[in-house]
């Protein structure tokens, strides 16, 4: 969880590559990317997770969660549900908790502004990127080399060597690159 532009599509979406690089045998059905954003209203979440699955309804008439659920029983997965904080209310909440009672072998990371409050979640806060503290500034001790060492301040300079190839990190610019990651709070975007 976190705010938005912190980064936790793209860190879930890492995280993903990561667990399925390292341990393929966790999750042998795969691991599958479902955006939520779009989404207006939970009623929605069961078609959306079922296309990111390329699952089929087998029954139009028949209750779709339903078959969502018995189709996920038996699997060995990893969703990824990502921006899901305008679907916590009624069904948006039920669901997730209903595919982790059910399908114990399927696991959620779902990236959302709030938790969404449920038995067995495991919260991952994530925060703006590191950005030098004020003191260096304030002791003259900031430096270009010094600089390029925090996070937030390293992603500025490689954001800005896409539209400015020749762009370096100076002792003339530094104050100004530190203080616009400053004014983002190391936020990313």
């Not at 029983?73 to 904080?85: S, T």
């Not at 449920?118 to 806060?125: K, Y």
């Amino acid at each position: 969880s976190g705010p938005g532009g912190s980064g936790k599509t793209r860190l879930a979406i890492q995280a993903a590559a990561s667990l399925m690089e390292r341990s393929p045998d966790r999750f042998p059905d795969g691991a599958f990317f479902v955006p939520l954003a779009p989404l207006e209203s939970a009623s929605s979440l069961v078609p959306v997770i079922a296309e990111a699955l390329d699952f089929s309804f087998y029954k139009e008439n028949y209750n779709h969660r339903r078959q969502l659920i018995d189709f996920l029983r038996p699997r060995r997965m990893l969703l990824v549900l990502d921006n899901y904080e305008h679907l916590l209310e009624g069904d948006g909440i039920d669901l997730p908790v209903e595919i982790m009672k059910s399908a114990p072998g399927v696991s959620l990371l779902v990236t959302s502004r709030t938790r969404l409050n449920v038995q067995g979640e495991q919260l991952f806060p994530v925060a703006g990127m590191q950005t030098p503290p004020v003191e260096l500034e304030e002791w003259g001790l900031l430096s270009s080399e010094l600089a390029e060492a925090y996070s937030a301040v390293s992603l500025f300079v490689q954001s800005a060597r896409r539209t400015r190839p020749d762009f370096r990190l100076t002792d003339e610019n530094i104050l100004q690159v530190v203080q616009i990651c400053r004014l983002v709070q190391g936020m990313p975007l």
